[in-house]
């Protein structure tokens, strides 16, 4: 895949992992906190709220884990929906781990703006 292809093809992974980010807050967050769901499955469960994200996002992690152990075996890859579906998902779960720990940390969101490693002046 040539740079320019691979560069278009994660701008438009991160642009579904945007939507989708929006389009469940309604699902899975409260009116004023986007991380709500992991704190009361937290809750429930007696857990932190990341190790209730870590066990969710578990369900993903082994999805991708069972499509490559397929492809492995038998030499039949799923259709690029399909991982794109399961490898968003994944990603998203990443991104609001960050963002709990973040919120732990309470980091606000000018603390976060650095640039891309590859841009900062070696010392």
């Known amino acids: 895949m040539l740079h320019e292809e691979f560069s278009n093809f994660v701008s438009k992974v991160m642009d579904r ?6 389009t469940k807050s309604d699902d899975y967050s409260s009116q004023d906190d986007k991380l709500y769901n992991f704190k ?11 190790e209730a994200l870590a066990g969710m996002d578990l369900k993903h992690r082994t999805s991708i884990q069972q499509g490559i152990e397929e492809y492995i075996a038998s030499g039949i890859l799923r259709p690029l ?10 990603i998203n779960y990443q991104l609001l781990l960050l963002a709990l720990i973040a919120e732990i940390e309470n980091v606000h969101s000018t603390q976060t703006e650095t640039p891309c490693p ?5 010392s």
């Not at 992992?17 to 929006?22: E, G, I, K, S, T």
């Not at 929906?81 to 994944?90: A, N, Q, R, S």
Request: with cysteine.
């Open 40 to 50: 009361a499955a937290g809750r429930i469960a007696d857990v932190f709220p990341i």
């Open 17 to 22: 992992c945007r939507c989708l980010l929006d």
């Open 81 to 90: 929906d399909w991982w794109m579906e399961k490898v968003v998902d994944h």
């Open 118 to 122: 590859a841009t900062i002046p070696e």
